[in-house]
């Protein structure tokens, strides 16, 4: 399956969809904690100040998710990265429908948002992981990203992860 194939909505997000997409995946997972959990209010904030969220649909159903966030610098001091932050993204949650899971649709929304950026002039990318996700870990070095360090956060304890365009 290719990202080619679906169809991608990232303009006007229903927020409750995703959200009720996000909860599915999270219920089909066997450490839900792996995935971020931003409130209703949250991302409503957060899409006001430019992040965007991609949805992937095959014909009615939610197949796969993106997020790009626009990096601040209270971010950067969190992550305790000393750079620019007008030319840094941060890669938000990306999730895939459990039905979809092992068609490497992670890696290619990775793909996806490093054109993306690149078109947009950023020369550098944030990931965060929990250091058990393995798989989303594998995706990110396969992408070229680098492990800087580990942290704790409200959400949980995180690897942070950055990548040079």
């Keep these: 399956m290719k990202l080619t194939d679906l169809k991608c909505i990232n303009k006007n997000i229903n927020i409750d ?28 904030s957060m899409l006001s100040v430019n992040t965007i969220i991609w949805v992937y649909y095959l014909d009615d159903e939610p197949v796969c ?13 969190k992550f305790g990265i000393n750079l620019d932050y007008h030319e840094v993204v941060d890669y938000g949650p990306m999730f895939v429908n459990p039905k979809y ?23 550098y990318a944030i990931g965060t992981i929990h250091p058990d996700n393995t798989y989303s870990i594998r995706n990110l070095l396969q992408d070229n990203f680098k492990l800087l360090g580990t942290r704790k956060f409200t959400r949980g304890i995180r690897n942070i992860y950055i990548r040079k365009y």
């Design 101 to 123: 899971v092992g068609n490497r649709l992670q890696y290619q929304m990775l793909n996806e948002l490093d054109d993306y950026c690149i078109k947009l002039g950023y020369k």
């Design 65 to 77: 998710s993106m997020m790009l966030i626009p990096s601040t610098e209270k971010d950067l001091n």
């Design 17 to 44: 969809e995703y959200i009720k997409f996000r909860e599915l995946v999270k219920q089909n997972m066997e450490f839900p904690e792996w995935l971020g959990d931003f409130t209703k209010e949250d991302l409503l």
